[in-house]
């Protein structure tokens, strides 16, 4: 007895229905995803100041206490949330520090900030998700690099 399934049978159903065209799938799958990342829900928001999507690359260098003195090697980091007051990103590995300038770029020049990270948490995909304090402004050290 041949118990191999005939090629017909083993072939994915990738493609809509016959009355939904592609383009209506694929938005109804999009919209589907962002109403679930950014749910339309009246909650309590506890923070004060607005928070503006940062998709980009950060470079984030631990310091000494003082704010200014190198204590280890930068990391590059993705940005998820700036603020006037914070910074909030994802990373690969646990960071080791709590102070650090966080670099960013800004049409070809660098602009720095002095944060002190206060939390961190491992997220479902295997990455860090951290955010910290923005406590003044200072010159970033990628630009004497």
Known sequence: MN???PLLDARLDLLPDAN??????????VWGLLSTLYP???FLERRNE???????LVHITPVAADGVTVKGE?????GKH?????LGFYHPM???FR??????ENNGRWVGFLIDLKWCRFTRQGWYESGGRILESVPSPMEQR
């Open 74 to 78: 930068t990391v590059v980091v993705v």
């Open 94 to 96: 646990p960071l080791p």
């Open 99 to 104: 102070r650090a300038i966080a670099s960013l």
């Open 3 to 5: 118990t191999m399934l």
């Open 40 to 42: 339309q829900k009246d």
């Open 20 to 29: 939904t065209s592609v383009v209506d799938d694929v938005r109804l799958q």
């Open 50 to 56: 607005t928070r503006y999507p940062f998709p980009y």
């Open 82 to 86: 700036l603020s006037e007051q914070g």
